[in-house]
Nanobody, 123 residues
């Protein structure tokens, strides 16, 4: 079992940067593909980014491509989401998720979820 705790959210202005962190428990973290999802008020949860268990493969939603970067440190059981050039439409609760093996863009693939961290981008 994996427990996930997100941090790093906050209130920023458009154009600013934030770095979200996801701390994972468990000794087998390196075997899990990791993803970031977000849910804006009144909207469905959507995929943001994913990284394979070996960091050899990453994928991004088109809306964040070129602005967000996902990375992981298996020695520290941590996944990061660096968010640059933030826009008001990036405002959402951001969730970290884990899935044994590969990491895709569908939330249904992920078994473990964190509680989320709020990101608000003002214009």
């Amino acid at each position: 079992q994996v427990q996930l705790v997100e941090s790093g959210g906050g209130l920023v202005q458009a154009g600013d940067s934030l770095r979200l962190s996801c701390a994972a428990s468990g000794r087998t973290f390196s075997r899990y593909g990791m993803g970031w999802f977000r849910q804006a008020p009144g909207k469905e949860r959507e995929f943001v980014a994913a990284i394979s268990y070996s960091s050899g493969s990453t994928s991004y939603a088109e809306s964040v491509l070129g602005r967000f970067t996902i990375s992981r440190d298996n020695a520290k059981n941590t996944v990061l989401l660096q968010m640059n050039s933030l826009k008001p439409e990036d405002t959402a609760i951001y969730y970290c998720a884990a899935q044994l093996g590969l990491a895709g863009s569908s939330s249904a693939e992920y078994r473990y979820w964190g509680q989320g961290t709020h990101v608000t981008v003002s214009s």
